[in-house]
């Protein structure tokens, strides 16, 4: 009797779509019609998931709590409201699945409407069946609506902890919403069949009810050619754009752009490679989706994008070869009052590399609308990249309401997508287009669980578990939001302005004939440059302003003052008043101390064309690396800068001083030290024999309150089989120095003894990582550790971590490596005192001013007190120093006024601490 459900569907569907039945809380509106997500949505989305709650990676088995009956609850939502999706992880055999077990509360948290195993709920028990309750790719998945009134809980009991995600929508209070129960009454089912049948058939389009007509058009693109390839008249709407091609090569999809205008706005609503446009990430791979997806040879968007008075594509090839290229575009009838009042909008991202310790942003906007998902790309060497999680902030949020649980968790996968990608990989709501290795594309769509805003959308990707990776990952995101009332575009395409920059503003929907008076920012009345600032039939006020020099710095209103009243273009505009300096570090480290050697990425912004600068940290003039360099046509530098061994070690403040504009200003500090710090997860491992090594967050293992500075929050495990174990971590130095190492070890219960080697060099004879903990994998950081001095040159080394032993209870063979400091020093005795830490010395008004750390113990760890503190000066060789002071051992400042140098000839210091005749290093001052 097939026939007659599928009969039944047919006839639902159709009374479906004229509209019958839809309120506020009316939640199968938007998944069962797709132009329904270009209506504002009456719901508010929440999401519970596993997410580490310390801020580690340690995101399985994180629950909200436990019921009455010990059941660890997945989450709580207060109603009225819906679940409207729900996904968990899955790994192991039906016979363990079937022993763990799921309970639906609906209104009532005390009895429940369903009692499952979650092998059942997933797919084997009516009404949660394929399609919209399965399993795929390690995990299980739902879409089946389950409503209530005032409370809506889902529970969980097994000896397996769970990765999971819910996401609830909350309806206006009062909203009247029928409650979930089992058996499903029929009119829930027949809706629930509707959208059985929207799963089953993704490529049909929006406004399936309405008459259209099909445009199509085909160009020829020459190299770096672009060309207007639709232009259609409103009002209406595009229920579906489909582009027919043979050529399934990455050189087309990767290489042509499209821009897709509504409403005669000269900023593009959807931009970007068809690639990401129609969802071929990562070459040809058919499939089908809810929004993008392949039908035999055509590539099609399946979003409804309705327009007012224009809809214009214009296509661009960023390629060196000739490319043809169809449209086709279905084009809706509407009367003006029939348009939707939002639009389709997309935020496209490349970055490649992403950069570690810097999130990867998928999307940040201002205003409203609603959130309707996302195509990612990722591209890698290290597979560990999709263990980033997803971050949503809602409404300028100061922490995310969103958190994920892991990269292929938020596309509704698990465990990297090891089940391999097949058949079920390719849904209406959720998928991986291609998976090999490290690469991967997916697609999430929020059919059921849109997520609107109403003032700001952020999302960001971790890459890898602590953003500690980088790789080439690109995304579109999409959107349904109101039109924009202005476009604000400044020449230099950032974002903001600096003095001498152009800044088209253009406004929509004015009456034709109305005028724009003027343009101010914070009050001030920017320069016409170009433009009638009068609106045309279009209804568009179009005019271009400039920024002269004297506005302030900051963020202030941009305002337009029109005949009809005064707009808010954008409410904080950012201008810099003076050119801007920006810098950032060759070396991926995860601090931002910087060292003698370090090259610098530095931009300098807001110059005129050809001209020069120099950079300055504080006095000290900071030469070029590859000669003087020259601004370009748009007024900007970038170039190179060696940190030379002369820069003392204390924190600069930077600028540019160019030839004729004022001088550049610098919001980063240049923190330069002399002591070289290694973080143990960036060292490269050399080799290891009976031991395994894994990078761990920290926190995971850190006990409540204890607030110790981790460095970045990272730290290396070493598991140990005996006494035999060991791992070798390379590093690098830019320069050769005498060292004196220093180790940072985390300490617990199981913790081994350690034995430290340096280039095959005994460095820490032993030393003990364990304390009384029992039965616990909390930690504490260890103290300094002091290993020997070493004289090293600019070149690859080894720290060699070995095994010693177990610990005094003999309870494991554990060693966590958080990080190496090298203290760097010359010309010392291995049993003279050290030399003062941390010399610093900078010119002050009536001299030279030299600052020391003071001395406690000597080479080999003896506590000393210094009696006085020696200072020695010369000019071009140590056989000449002598000695100018001699100040208590209590102090720690010396001014020398008596300082005699020319800029051919630098002066160069020593501090000795002096109990008896010792030597010490030496630290130098380039003068002026």
């Given at each position: 009797?097939?026939?007659?459900?599928?009969?039944?569907?047919?006839?639902?569907?159709?009374?479906?779509?004229?509209?019958?039945?839809?309120?506020?809380?009316?939640?199968?509106?938007?998944?069962?019609?797709?132009?329904?997500?270009?209506?504002?949505?009456?719901?508010?989305?929440?999401?519970?998931?596993?997410?580490?709650?310390?801020?580690?990676?340690?995101?399985?088995?994180?629950?909200?709590?436990?019921?009455?009956?010990?059941?660890?609850?997945?989450?709580?939502?207060?109603?009225?409201?819906?679940?409207?999706?729900?996904?968990?992880?899955?790994?192991?055999?039906?016979?363990?699945?079937?022993?763990?077990?799921?309970?639906?509360?609906?209104?009532?948290?005390?009895?429940?409407?369903?009692?499952?195993?979650?092998?059942?709920?997933?797919?084997?028990?009516?009404?949660?069946?394929?399609?919209?309750?399965?399993?795929?790719?390690?995990?299980?998945?739902?879409?089946?609506?389950?409503?209530?009134?005032?409370?809506?809980?889902?529970?969980?009991?097994?000896?397996?902890?769970?990765?999971?995600?819910?996401?609830?929508?909350?309806?206006?209070?009062?909203?009247?919403?029928?409650?979930?129960?089992?058996?499903?009454?029929?009119?829930?089912?027949?809706?629930?069949?509707?959208?059985?049948?929207?799963?089953?058939?993704?490529?049909?389009?929006?406004?399936?009810?309405?008459?259209?007509?099909?445009?199509?058009?085909?160009?020829?693109?020459?190299?770096?050619?672009?060309?207007?390839?639709?232009?259609?008249?409103?009002?209406?709407?595009?229920?579906?754009?489909?582009?027919?091609?043979?050529?399934?090569?990455?050189?087309?999809?990767?290489?042509?752009?499209?821009?897709?205008?509504?409403?005669?706005?000269?900023?593009?609503?959807?931009?970007?490679?068809?690639?990401?446009?129609?969802?071929?990430?990562?070459?040809?791979?058919?499939?089908?989706?809810?929004?993008?997806?392949?039908?035999?040879?055509?590539?099609?968007?399946?979003?409804?994008?309705?327009?007012?008075?224009?809809?214009?594509?214009?296509?661009?090839?960023?390629?060196?070869?000739?490319?043809?290229?169809?449209?086709?575009a279905e084009i809706t009838d509407a009367s003006a009052s029939d348009v939707e009042p939002y639009r389709l909008q997309a935020i496209y991202r490349h970055e490649n590399p992403t950069t570690p310790w810097q999130?990867?942003?998928?999307?940040?906007?201002?205003?409203?609308?609603?959130?309707?998902?996302?195509?990612?790309?990722?591209?890698?060497?290290?597979?560990?990249?999709?263990?980033?999680?997803?971050?949503?902030?809602?409404?300028?949020?100061?922490?995310?309401?969103?958190?994920?649980?892991?990269?292929?968790?938020?596309?509704?996968?698990?465990?990297?997508?090891?089940?391999?990608?097949?058949?079920?990989?390719?849904?209406?709501?959720?998928?991986?287009?291609?998976?090999?290795?490290?690469?991967?594309?997916?697609?999430?769509?929020?059919?059921?669980?849109?997520?609107?805003?109403?003032?700001?959308?952020?999302?960001?990707?971790?890459?890898?578990?602590?953003?500690?990776?980088?790789?080439?990952?690109?995304?579109?995101?999409?959107?349904?939001?109101?039109?924009?009332?202005?476009?604000?575009?400044?020449?230099?395409?950032?974002?903001?302005?600096?003095?001498?920059?152009?800044?088209?503003?253009?406004?929509?929907?004015?009456?034709?004939?109305?005028?724009?008076?003027?343009?101010?920012?914070?009050?001030?009345?920017?320069?016409?440059?170009?433009?009638?600032?009068?609106?045309?039939?279009?209804?568009?006020?179009?005019?271009?302003?400039?920024?002269?020099?004297?506005?302030?710095?900051?963020?202030?209103?941009?305002?337009?003052?029109?005949?009809?009243?005064?707009?808010?273009v954008d409410a904080a505009w950012r201008h810099h008043a003076v050119p801007q300096m920006s810098f950032a570090s060759h070396r991926l480290d995860c601090d931002d101390f910087l060292f003698a050697g370090d090259t610098l990425?530095?931009?300098?912004?807001?110059?005129?064309?050809?001209?020069?600068?120099?950079?300055?940290?504080?006095?000290?003039?900071?030469?070029?690396?590859?000669?003087?360099?020259?601004?370009?046509?748009?007024?900007?530098?970038?170039?190179?800068?060696?940190?030379?061994?002369?820069?003392?070690?204390?924190?600069?403040?930077?600028?540019?001083?160019?030839?004729?504009?004022?001088?550049?200003?610098?919001?980063?500090?240049?923190?330069?030290?002399?002591?070289?710090?290694?973080?143990?997860?960036?060292?490269?491992?050399?080799?290891?024999?009976?031991?395994?090594?894994?990078?761990?967050?920290?926190?995971?293992?850190?006990?409540?309150?204890?607030?110790?500075?981790?460095?970045?929050?990272?730290?290396?495990?070493?598991?140990?089989?005996?006494?035999?174990?060991?791992?070798?971590?390379?590093?690098?130095?830019?320069?050769?120095?005498?060292?004196?190492?220093?180790?940072?070890?985390?300490?617990?219960?199981?913790?081994?003894?350690?034995?430290?080697?340096?280039?095959?060099?005994?460095?820490?004879?032993?030393?003990?990582?364990?304390?009384?903990?029992?039965?616990?994998?909390?930690?504490?950081?260890?103290?300094?550790?002091?290993?020997?001095?070493?004289?090293?040159?600019?070149?690859?080394?080894?720290?060699?971590?070995?095994?010693?032993?177990?610990?005094?209870?003999?309870?494991?063979?554990?060693?966590?490596?958080?990080?190496?400091?090298?203290?760097?020093?010359?010309?010392?005795?291995?049993?003279?005192?050290?030399?003062?830490?941390?010399?610093?010395?900078?010119?002050?008004?009536?001299?030279?001013?030299?600052?020391?750390?003071?001395?406690?113990?000597?080479?080999?760890?003896?506590?000393?007190?210094?009696?006085?503190?020696?200072?020695?000066?010369?000019?071009?060789?140590?056989?000449?120093?002598?000695?100018?002071?001699?100040?208590?051992?209590?102090?720690?400042?010396?001014?020398?006024?008596?300082?005699?140098?020319?800029?051919?000839?630098?002066?160069?210091?020593?501090?000795?601490?002096?109990?008896?005749?010792?030597?010490?290093?030496?630290?130098?001052?380039?003068?002026?």
């Open positions: 009797m097939a026939w007659k459900r599928e009969l039944r569907i047919a006839f639902l569907f159709a009374l479906l779509l004229a509209g019958s039945g839809a309120n506020a809380a009316d939640y199968w509106s938007y998944s069962l019609h797709q132009e329904q997500l270009c209506e504002p949505l009456d719901a508010t989305a929440h999401h519970f998931s596993s997410w580490a709650r310390n801020g580690g990676n340690n995101d399985l088995g994180n629950y909200y709590g436990s019921d009455a009956y010990g059941w660890k609850i997945l989450c709580d939502a207060t109603g009225p409201g819906v679940i409207g999706e729900f996904w968990c992880t899955r790994q192991d055999a039906h016979a363990i699945l079937d022993s763990i077990r799921l309970r639906v509360f609906v209104d009532d948290t005390v009895t429940w409407v369903l009692d499952t195993t979650l092998f059942r709920f997933f797919g084997h028990v009516e009404p949660f069946v394929p399609p919209l309750a399965d399993s795929s790719t390690s995990s299980f998945y739902c879409y089946v609506p389950i409503p209530f009134q005032t409370r809506g809980r889902i529970t969980y009991s097994g000896q397996k902890n769970l990765y999971f995600h819910v996401t609830t929508l909350e309806f206006d209070a009062g909203t009247v919403v029928e409650p979930f129960v089992i058996p499903p009454p029929h009119n829930y089912l027949e809706k629930l069949d509707s959208l059985r049948w929207r799963f089953e058939h993704p490529w049909e389009p929006a406004w399936p009810n309405r008459t259209f007509q099909t445009h199509s058009e085909t160009i020829t693109l020459p190299p770096e050619g672009n060309s207007e390839i639709l232009n259609l008249a409103g009002p209406g709407g595009c229920r579906r754009l489909l582009c027919p091609t043979a050529d399934h090569s990455t050189g087309l999809l990767d290489s042509v752009w499209l821009e897709i205008f509504s409403d005669h706005h000269v900023v593009p609503d959807v931009e970007g490679p068809l690639a990401a446009v129609f969802g071929a990430a990562q070459g040809w791979h058919p499939y089908q989706s809810a929004f993008t997806g392949m039908l035999g040879d055509t590539l099609y968007l399946n979003l409804p994008i309705p327009f007012q008075s224009e809809l214009r594509v214009e296509a661009e090839n960023r390629g060196s070869a000739s490319r043809n290229l169809t449209l086709i999130l990867y942003e998928v999307a940040a906007r201002r205003g409203s609308g609603t959130y309707l998902g996302t195509l990612l790309d990722m591209r890698a060497l290290n597979h560990n990249i999709f263990e980033g999680d997803e971050e949503i902030f809602l409404n300028e949020e100061s922490e995310p309401s969103w958190r994920g649980t892991g990269t292929e968790d938020y596309f509704n996968a698990g465990y990297y997508w090891s089940a391999g990608v097949g058949d079920y990989d390719a849904l209406a709501s959720h998928g991986c287009i291609r998976k090999n290795l490290a690469q991967a594309a997916a697609y999430r769509w929020h059919t059921t669980d849109p997520v609107s805003f109403t003032d700001g959308f952020h999302m960001t990707f971790e890459v890898g578990p602590l953003d500690n990776l980088t790789g080439d990952y690109r995304s579109i995101a999409l959107f349904a939001a109101p039109p924009r009332a202005w476009d604000v575009v400044d020449a230099g395409g950032d974002g903001s302005t600096l003095p001498g920059e152009s800044l088209r503003l253009t406004g929509y929907g004015r009456s034709p004939g109305s005028t724009l008076a003027e343009v101010r920012y914070d009050g001030y009345v920017l320069t016409w440059l170009a433009g009638s600032g009068v609106a045309d039939a279009d209804s568009v006020l179009d005019v271009t302003v400039l920024l002269t020099s004297g506005l302030p710095s900051g963020e202030f209103p941009l305002v337009a003052v029109t005949s009809t009243g005064v707009d808010t990425d530095v931009i300098v912004e807001g110059l005129r064309a050809g001209e020069t600068a120099q950079p300055r940290a504080d006095s000290y003039a900071l030469p070029w690396a590859e000669g003087t360099p020259a601004a370009d046509e748009s007024g900007r530098i970038a170039a190179h800068i060696v940190l030379p061994s002369w820069l003392p070690a204390r924190d600069f403040s930077l600028c540019a001083e160019p030839s004729f504009s004022r001088t550049a200003e610098c919001s980063q500090l240049l923190r330069v030290r002399s002591i070289c710090r290694y973080e143990i997860e960036d060292m490269v491992r050399h080799g290891y024999s009976y031991s395994s090594m894994s990078t761990l967050f920290a926190p995971d293992y850190a006990p409540t309150g204890v607030d110790e500075p981790w460095g970045r929050d990272l730290a290396r495990v070493m598991t140990g089989r005996d006494t035999l174990s060991f791992v070798e971590l390379a590093f690098s130095l830019s320069r050769a120095d005498s060292f004196r190492t220093a180790y940072f070890f985390g300490r617990l219960y199981n913790g081994a003894r350690v034995r430290m080697l340096l280039d095959g060099v005994l460095d820490v004879a032993d030393f003990n990582t364990q304390f009384a903990t029992p039965g616990s994998w909390t930690w504490l950081r260890s103290d300094t550790v002091w290993g020997e001095w070493h004289h090293l040159s600019a070149d690859s080394h080894v720290i060699r971590v070995e095994i010693a032993g177990s610990n005094s209870p003999g309870t494991g063979l554990t060693v966590i490596l958080d990080q190496l400091a090298l203290f760097s020093g010359l010309n010392y005795t291995p049993a003279a005192p050290c030399t003062p830490q941390d010399l610093v010395i900078a010119p002050v008004a009536d001299g030279v001013e030299l600052r020391w750390r003071h001395v406690r113990e000597d080479l080999l760890g003896h506590p000393i007190t210094p009696d006085f503190y020696s200072i020695f000066r010369w000019t071009s060789s140590p056989d000449s120093a002598e000695v100018v002071a001699e100040v208590s051992g209590t102090d720690s400042c010396y001014v020398d006024r008596d300082n005699v140098s020319s800029p051919d000839c630098p002066v160069f210091y020593r501090v000795t601490a002096r109990i008896e005749e010792r030597r010490g290093s030496q630290a130098t001052w380039p003068t002026r």
